[in-house]
C-alpha cells in the first residue's frame, strides 16, 4: 500500500485538467484546419475563440473620419444581393 499526500489528488487533477485542455485544443485545431484554408494556416492563431474575442492593438495610423457638418449619406446599394437575399431583407 502506498501512502499519499493531499497534494497527489491535487496533482492528479492538474494533470487531468491538462489533459482534457490539451484534448480541446487539438479537437478546435482539426475544427480550424477544415474550416480555415491551407493558405491562411500561418496565421490560424488569429482565428481562434480567445483571439477572435478581443479588439486589435490600436496603431499610430488608426484615426477616426470626420464628417462635414450637414453631411447626410446617399442611400444605394453597399452591394448586389440576390433575389433571396433581397427578399430576407
Known amino acids: 500500500m502506498t501512502w499519499c499526500l493531499p497534494i497527489c489528488g491535487k496533482r492528479k487533477q492538474e494533470v487531468k485538467e491538462k489533459t482534457?485542455?490539451?484534448?480541446?485544443?487539438?479537437?478546435n485545431e482539426k475544427i480550424l484546419r477544415e474550416l480555415v484554408p491551407k493558405k491562411f494556416w500561418k496565421w490560424r492563431k488569429v482565428f481562434g475563440k480567445k483571439e477572435s474575442k478581443r479588439m486589435p492593438v490600436q496603431k499610430a495610423w488608426d484615426h477616426a473620419i470626420e464628417l462635414k457638418e450637414g453631411f447626410v449619406p446617399k442611400r444605394g446599394k453597399v452591394y448586389s444581393l440576390s433575389r433571396e437575399e433581397r427578399e430576407k431583407v
Do not use: A
Open 20 to 27: 482534457v485542455k490539451r484534448t480541446e485544443e487539438d479537437k
